[in-house]
């Protein structure tokens, strides 16, 4: 069977393990099923998330003039600490922006290589965190706007990462931690206009992922280079595609990708 269409991010279930979904514009694909199958994945052309055009894909699944001009792609969105809607001022469209940083975001710790600090809008727990590979994470704080959550991670860069480390998450190379004593821990550090935000007693969630076999050593897979490819799968982590011989494709980085997928 083949299947053809645009590459966005997996949609995801959370269940145990995690279900992953690879939505087509008139598809879709379950990958959960696929696992122990022969994937050939094949490079067809490029297709702008946001014009549609075949242009070549700069960032986040944008072609070069769109992601310097759509409202979704400012700078506040990798730095929250920029948002300024909550004082009325406009970056590239106030509606927008009104609508995304004037609501709850939290600020969670999340272990997938190591424990890091990260920001999501509270609708987006726990999606934000499958997204990323974490095994575990924690909400600490929870703010009305964007803003809040930005300088509240600035804060505690300086005593915990806010990257993970690609390859140590898909080996699998995790050490469990204790969330609960990194919050208390860290909560000496968080911005006094952030401290009534603090959560005090919620708990760790676990999240288990469909994978079969950790890569010792991964290779990722660059399939606008190498055009086509094929293997076995054998997991799905954070937004990657785990295969037997040790490569993996990252689904987000590759958004914006028409590819052809045969089983």
């Not at 094949?42 to 075949?54: A, P, R, S, W």
């Not at 009305?144 to 390859?167: C, M, S």
């Not at 760790?204 to 992922?209: K, L």
Request: proline share 4%; hydrophobic share 35%; with cysteine.
């Amino acid at each position: 069977m083949t299947y053809e269409g645009v590459l966005t991010k997996m949609e995801t279930e959370f269940t145990t393990p995690i279900q992953y979904y690879l939505v087509f514009e008139s598809d879709f694909l379950n990958m959960n099923q696929l696992l122990g199958k022969t994937l050939n994945i094949e490079f067809v052309k490029y297709q702008c998330l946001n014009c549609g055009m075949d242009k070549p894909i700069f960032r986040q699944g944008y072609d070069k003039q769109c992601f310097y001009n759509l409202a979704q792609t400012g700078d506040w969105i990798m730095r929250p600490e920029l948002s300024t809607a909550h004082l009325g001022k406009e970056d590239r469209d106030l509606e927008y922006e009104k609508k995304v940083q004037l609501q709850p975001h939290i600020v969670y710790l999340a272990n997938s290589s190591n424990v890091k600090v990260g920001v999501t809008r509270k609708t987006q727990v726990p999606t934000r965190w499958i997204d990323q590979g974490a095994h575990e994470a924690l909400e600490i704080v929870e703010v009305p706007n964007r803003y809040l959550a930005g300088i509240t991670e600035v804060a505690l860069k300086d005593y915990v990462a806010d990257k993970t480390n690609w390859r140590k998450m898909l080996k699998n190379d995790i050490e469990d931690e204790n969330l609960l004593e990194w919050r208390d821990r860290l909560k000496q550090y968080i911005p006094e206009e952030a401290k009534p935000y603090f959560i005090e007693n919620n708990q760790e969630t676990h999240i288990q992922f469909p994978v079969n076999k950790y890569p010792e050593k991964p290779k990722s897979l660059n399939i606008k280079k190498d055009l086509k490819y094929t293997g076995t799968l054998v997991g799905i982590k954070g937004q990657y595609l785990i295969f037997e011989d040790g490569i993996v494709f990252n689904i987000r980085s590759n958004e914006g990708l028409v590819v052809r997928i045969t089983l």
